[in-house]
């Protein structure tokens, strides 16, 4: 009877880890000593007694290699911790600290090597190299992650040398940590560290419209700006000067955000996926909208449904969405609307304002979007964003010389022009559709939210 593949596998691992990340290997200085010995070793035999001077330089040579090895520290006495944030974001560089030390501190300096063992979505680094006098040695180096998700860091490699400087200890030390690379949330900071009348967003602030609404917001001195239809008499009586009457939309509206991440959300646009610019715009609208006192809810899907955070309100629910969509990840599947509006039909039972964050490609040649759009805004508010084609726009702009140009160039015209037709024909029946630039995304979607919200449209 054969024994288990599984001791077979684990007794070749074992020999496979000696043999290379155990292993001790020369460094340039001991290949550059044996080179210059392949010179002097034949210059001996020139002056006879070349036998003589073979043994002397090879054994002198392995002398100095048994003190240099000798004053190595075993590896069962390194220790190698890694220092990182637990969550980073898309594309943004972060900090990663890897400290060395051994249990007993080494009587001669050494010569220190790391590298670490970054996922292919990482940015890599060259390998760390330091010296350690004394207890510990702090190496430090900056990488980015171009995926969103989880991520796991198991293995620092390390070699260590002497003060003879001839040989190598390698060793690879299991340090296993997992990163989680979420969102770029720049905007969604500068939106909660911004005041209540004036929002943050791409470095520009957005400054509400003082608007009439149902609720009671503030009473406060008259400005030349005011409506003077906002004067409140009474307690301009009181306090002797004059003071206005701010009010502000009803609180406690829903927004349901809906993103796409079927297969067109995958396209890449200036670095970026589609999906990656919808997630983060998303985020930056609830953020938004749960700064301004109404809820937010999110539904994910392509083919099937991805995930669903139910409404909710207060800012610390900007954490319970980012949690459930950090992870996102686009498919090879064709987008199900049908499934997605039939499941937020069935949960969604009060009026919502709907974001739909998708594609025109997808709104183009869908032809179940229409009858479902039609059949939500009984109910709900919609609006429906994409991003713009900068290739296509560069196409239909670009001058034509060549006949193919020309058809290049009329091609991309036709597509301009059929998305603009759907864009007019969505407004006909009440459903805005926002066709914006990558970068104006977040932008786009916030001035609709905040322009709705000031007409009580919501």
């Excluded at 054969?2 to 001790?24: A, M």
């Excluded at 006879?48 to 002398?63: K, V």
């Excluded at 006192?293 to 309100?313: I, M, N, R």
């Excluded at 969509?325 to 509006?341: I, Q, V, W």
């Amino acid at each position: 009877m054969t024994k288990p593949s599984g001791k077979r596998s684990r007794l070749f691992r074992s020999l496979v880890d000696r043999l290379i990340w155990q292993s001790v290997l020369p460094s340039r200085r001991a290949v550059a000593v044996l080179l210059a010995g392949a010179a002097v070793i034949p210059a001996g035999y020139v002056w006879s007694g070349g036998m003589l001077w073979f043994w002397l330089y090879n054994g002198l040579f392995a002398a100095v290699s048994v003190v240099d090895l000798a004053t190595l520290p075993k590896r069962r006495k390194l220790s190698v911790r890694r220092v990182l944030p637990d969550r980073a974001e898309h594309k943004q560089p972060f900090d990663v600290r890897i400290d060395v030390s051994f249990s007993h501190a080494p009587q001669f300096p050494l010569t220190v090597e790391v590298a670490d063992d970054l996922p292919l979505t990482f940015r890599e680094h060259a390998p760390l190299k330091g010296r350690l006098e004394g207890e510990e040695l702090q190496l430090s180096y900056t990488t980015e992650a171009s995926e969103r998700g989880d991520y796991p860091l198991r293995y620092i490699y390390v070699r260590y040398g002497g003060i003879i400087g001839l040989w190598y200890k390698q060793a690879r030390v299991e340090a296993e940590q997992i990163v989680s690379v979420y969102p770029d949330l720049s905007n969604v900071r500068g939106v909660m560290a911004s005041l209540q009348d004036s929002l943050v967003l791409d470095g520009r602030k957005l400054h509400r419209k003082t608007v009439s609404g149902m609720e009671l917001h503030a009473i406060r001195e008259y400005s030349p700006d005011d409506d003077p239809r906002t004067i409140n008499w009474a307690a301009t009586a009181r306090a002797g000067r004059m003071m206005t009457t701010i009010r502000q939309p009803e609180k406690g509206k829903i927004v349901t955000l809906l993103i796409d991440c079927g297969r067109i959300m995958t396209v890449e646009l200036d670095g970026r996926t589609v999906l990656d610019r919808s997630l983060e715009a998303a985020l930056t609208l609830a953020a938004v909208a749960l700064r301004q006192g109404d809820q937010v809810a999110a539904l994910a899907f392509s083919g099937s449904l991805k995930a669903y955070v139910p409404p909710g309100g207060g800012m610390a629910h900007v954490q319970t969405i980012l949690e459930a969509l950090y992870n996102l990840k686009g498919d090879s599947a064709e987008t199900n609307y049908a499934r997605a509006f039939d499941h937020l039909l069935r949960v969604q039972r009060k009026r919502s304002l709907i974001v739909l964050f998708s594609d025109m490609e997808n709104y183009l040649f869908e032809e179940e979007l229409a009858p479902y759009l039609l059949k939500l805004r009984r109910i709900h508010p919609l609006v429906l964003l994409s991003l713009q084609d900068p290739l296509l726009a560069g196409w239909a702009g670009s001058e034509i010389r060549t006949v193919q140009q020309a058809y290049v160039s009329s091609t991309a015209q036709s597509f301009e022009l059929k998305r603009r037709r759907f864009a007019a024909r969505m407004a006909g029946i009440g459903v805005p559709v926002l066709d914006v630039a990558a970068d104006r995304l977040a932008l786009a979607a916030v001035n609709h939210y905040l322009e709705l919200k000031s007409r009580e449209s919501i």
